[in-house]
Nanobody, 115 residues
């Protein structure tokens, strides 16, 4: 089992920045991809950014150039630096980790961007 604990969400004005953190614990050996999804009530969860164990990154088109995902394997933590935030970035952000055939989720952290 892998446990994921997120932190760093909150309320910010348009144009502001936030950094989300997700710390993994438990059976963390051989975790592959880690990343972030977000979800707005009534909508499907969408992938925001992912990073492989080797450091390859992918981003949703809507956040390219504004968000940066990074990973500290020594701390078993993945980060999402979010800059130039927009009201449409408002959502619950969920960290995930893939290990083998299993996907693990964090509890979610609310990000609200005021206009």
């Amino acid at each position: 089992q892998v446990q994921l604990v997120e932190s760093g969400g909150g309320l910010v004005q348009t144009g502001g920045s936030l950094r989300l953190s997700c710390a993994a614990s438990g059976s963390i050996f051989s975790i592959n991809d880690m990343g972030w999804y977000r979800q707005v009530p009534g909508n499907q969860r969408e992938l925001v950014a992912r990073i492989t164990s080797g450091g390859t990154t992918n981003y949703a088109d809507s956040v390219k150039g504004r968000f940066t995902i990074s990973r500290d394997n020594a701390k078993n933590t993945v980060y999402l630096q979010m800059n130039s935030l927009k009201p449409e970035d408002t959502a619950v952000y969920y960290c995930y980790a893939v290990k083998g055939w299993n996907i693990y989720w964090g509890q979610g952290t609310q990000v609200t961007v005021s206009s």
